[in-house]
């Protein structure tokens, strides 16, 4: 194809290098505003310890995190993510939403409904972590919105799924919540190929979530072995959980063992895990 008018090849030029500055402006202030959020005072110094293992800024920069993006953490736990994702979300004008214990349903339990108060009241500081938005998460819970979110983290849940029967219920669910072209972000303790599901020990293999995820529609868009562990050997007496930061050192509250040896699965250092990005496709 000829253009005979030069003055189009300059016009096309100029846009391409502009658009390029812009991507690259783009990325620098994501990386700047993602590193702000990690190196805030707000978290404490065990949250902090933990990066070492978790890699948040590697992980976020690799899922893809932009400024002003709305954003969906699945299954907080207390909070490790959310510290660094709602002041995020506050600084670069995103949104950020977290699913809590379904106070819909009226079989809830009063401890889960505590629980759902406690997290809320921790995350209150408006002025830290800007307007923490609740959705009800539940086996009885309303189906979260359509094509609402950009970015939603699912980190280390599937196996917690996987006990439940709901792995493909959640990831349905999931893929309708997200908009075309959004992103499904993974980092989940990962199994031996081959692994077998019925074991529940807190590892799934990285082949059954890439499955899983593509049945619900997903396209896998990347791997990332930044959280890769290669001393975990995945045979602890009890599970995952052996590891820190859980540091389970008996059954069932049993006194422990004078010779279970507590400093060799500290050594181990937390779990080897896959970290993956999902992307729906546009259509």
Do not use: C
Not at 66 to 81: C, I, K, R, S
Not at 176 to 191: D, T, W
Request: proline share 6%; aromatic share 10%.
């Amino acid at each position: 194809m000829k253009f005979r008018n030069v003055s189009a090849l300059v016009a096309l030029a100029a846009l391409a290098t502009f658009t390029a500055a812009t991507f690259a402006a783009n990325d620098k202030k994501s990386q700047k505003s993602i590193e702000q959020a990690v190196a805030g005072d707000w978290r404490s110094s065990d949250a902090k310890s933990r990066d070492v293992y978790r890699h948040p800024i590697d992980a976020l920069a690799f899922w893809g995190l932009e400024p002003g993006m709305t954003v969906l953490e699945l299954q907080p736990g207390g909070g490790w993510w959310t510290e660094i994702l709602a002041p995020y979300a506050k600084a670069t004008k995103g949104e950020f939403y977290v699913t809590a214990a379904d106070i819909a349903d009226p079989g809830l339990s009063e401890g889960a409904r505590k629980g759902r108060a406690d997290f809320e009241a921790k995350y209150a500081n408006a002025e830290t972590y800007g307007k923490l938005n609740l959705v009800n998460w539940g086996a009885n819970a309303a189906p979260l919105p359509a094509n609402k979110f950009d970015f939603v983290l699912a980190a280390r849940v599937f196996h917690g799924w996987a006990n439940q029967g709901r792995v493909d219920l959640n990831l349905a669910n999931i893929f309708n919540s997200i908009k075309p072209g959004g992103v499904l972000a993974v980092e989940q303790h990962r199994g031996n190929p081959g692994q077998d599901p019925a074991v529940k020990d807190g590892y799934v293999t990285e082949q059954a979530v890439i499955d899983a995820a593509t049945k619900a529609g997903f396209k896998l868009d990347g791997k990332s072995e930044i959280n890769a562990n290669s001393k975990d050997t995945k045979d602890h007496p009890f599970g995952v959980w052996t590891l820190p930061p859980t540091r389970q050192s008996s059954a069932n509250g049993k006194p422990v063992d004078p010779a279970f040896d507590r400093a060799k699965y500290d050594a181990i250092g937390e779990s080897d895990r896959m970290t993956l990005r999902f992307v729906k496709p546009k259509k």
